[in-house]
């Protein structure tokens, strides 16, 4: 069964902290996704990595960066938090055969105060 | 517009009853639709997923996939209150990228 873990269930940060969400797969998936998700918008895409090293923007980068150093563990990064970002972080995996689906991670959940 | 649609409810059925969840698309190259509940305080788990248009049952679920309407549901027959969750409905899309765009949910509850 796919196993994805991510560091921490709840995080409270102050503004203007660098804050790191880290997340682990243990199924060998290229794929790896930062969401997050907020009432009455669903989840949006952060970012997203397909190979060790590489990463994309999605489609509400701003403020967040990441890294994957290895294949297994891919990083979202909040370079100075600000309390918009307050929000549930899902950390997802998925391999590269076509239109594999998702499996997430518990989620954090970060307030920024 | 939204890329992803859905109703966000909440869709109230009784216990037996089949609820009937929808969602549109906007962009028409979509390849390949899933469906996730997700519980309140936990992460979406996948239920089904439809690449090709008609019917697809697994169980007490059926996945309705209608291209040209840029259209899927997910019928849930037999509705348990268990099935009281938030239905995610979410769309690869023909932009290369991998990821999946996500609708907002419906919320369903199944009233006993």
């Known amino acids: 069964d796919v196993k994805v873990t991510q560091s921490s269930r709840y995080l409270v940060k102050r503004t203007g902290e660098k804050v790191f969400l880290e997340c682990v797969q243990d199924m060998d998936h290229e794929n790896m996704f930062w969401y997050r998700q907020d009432p009455g918008l669903g989840l949006r895409l952060i970012y997203f990595?397909?190979?060790?090293?590489?990463?994309e923007k999605g489609d509400i980068p701003e403020g967040y960066s990441v890294s994957r150093e290895k294949k297994e563990r891919f990083s979202l990064i909040l370079e100075s938090a600000s309390t918009n970002q307050t929000s549930m972080y899902l950390c997802a995996s998925s391999p590269t055969y076509r239109d594999s689906p998702l499996h997430f991670g518990n989620g954090t959940r970060l307030t920024v105060t | 517009q939204k890329e992803v649609e859905q109703n966000s409810g909440p869709l109230s059925v009784p216990e037996g009853a089949i609820a009937s969840l929808n969602c549109t698309y906007s962009d028409r190259g979509s390849q390949s639709f899933f469906w996730y509940r997700q519980y309140s305080g936990k992460s979406p788990e996948l239920i089904m997923f439809?690449?090709?248009?008609g019917d697809k049952e697994d169980g007490r679920f059926t996945a309705q996939l209608n291209k040209a309407s840029q259209y899927v549901s997910l019928l849930i027959r037999d509705s348990q209150p268990s099935d009281s969750a938030t239905y995610l409905c979410a769309v690869n899309r023909n932009t290369g990228r991998r990821a999946l765009t996500f609708g907002s949910g419906t919320r369903l509850q199944v009233q006993p």
């Open positions: 439809i690449y090709s248009n």
């Open positions: 990595s397909y190979d060790v090293k590489m990463k």
